[in-house]
């Protein structure tokens, strides 16, 4: 019991002025402050500040990609269901199943587990950096299903520069997991295995979620404007729904794949390192 209200109480310090302090800045709206606080204390108390910092990582480097290219993505981002402050929804699709995989850790102290939660913030890294960038790039983006040019902000669209984008933010993440491992805990000889696996697994959820995307994620028709957009509705004026499925919003289909990815690196860390 002292172990627990030793981890809590810092942990739930640090998260309270970092959920204060992004919604102050308006990084984040009061309803992903509230989330982000639990599940950063969460994350905390089950792996201590080695994991609360794998959610530092991922929220500073992509609130801060975000602000330097705010200026060159307002036609895009007007496509988008939601502005640039993370809700609570958000926080819930990025970091839940990392706090699920951090949990499972803490339980049962097994690699898979520890490779799982740092692909989920590497997959959440590599899809946001991939987000940010890709809308800037000079070129097209074209359909991930069938290389169709679409507009700028168009869930499934991608460009060159958004892959890359998407590699090198698992990358950071996977670096990150890596240096701090050996900091913490020690060199272990399969730390390299770990790397790759959070790198692949982290760019592969990237593509996962812009598959679901293209093939899944409702897109509508604009009542108004006439153009296609993710949003449900304008003012009160319900759009009309053109593809996919109202329930499976961005939010939706990023938690899906950050869930798709977390599981999919505990079992290929499992089978490999059987």
């Known amino acids: 019991m002292s172990f627990l209200i030793q981890r809590i109480l810092p942990g739930a310090a640090v998260n309270l002025l970092l959920a204060l302090g992004a919604y102050r800045k308006r990084a984040i709206t009061s309803s992903g402050g509230i989330v982000g606080f639990f599940l950063g204390t969460l994350i905390y108390l089950a792996g201590g500040l080695y994991f609360w910092l794998h959610l530092g990582a991922f929220f500073f480097s992509s609130t801060l990609l975000g602000r330097l290219t705010s200026h060159a993505k307002e036609k895009g981002t007007r496509v988008h269901a939601k502005d640039g402050r993370r809700d609570g929804f958000q926080v ?77 933010g698992s990358l950071f993440i996977a670096v990150f997991f890596g240096l701090g491992y050996i900091i913490v805990v020690g060199f272990n000889s399969r730390i390299f295995f770990w790397m790759t696996v959070v790198i692949l697994c982290g760019f592969f959820g990237s593509v996962v979620d812009s598959l679901i995307g293209a093939s899944l994620q409702a897109e509508y028709r604009c009542t108004v404007t006439r153009e296609h957009t993710e949003r449900p509705y304008t003012g009160t004026s319900r759009n009309e729904l053109v593809k996919g499925y109202p329930f499976i919003n961005n939010d939706m289909v990023n938690f899906l794949s950050v869930s798709a990815v977390t599981l999919t690196a505990s079992i290929l860390t499992l089978l490999i390192s059987a």
């Open 92 to 168: 819930v699709s990025n970091a839940g199943p990392a706090a699920a995989a951090a949990v499972l850790y803490w339980m049962l102290p097994y690699p898979p587990f520890l490779v799982a939660f740092a692909s989920s913030f590497a997959a959440a890294n590599a899809d946001t950096w991939a987000g940010e960038l890709g809308m800037l790039s000079s070129r097209t983006p074209v359909s991930i299903l069938n290389g169709k040019p679409l507009p700028l902000g168009t869930s499934g669209a991608v460009t060159t520069a958004g892959f890359w984008a998407s590699f090198f």
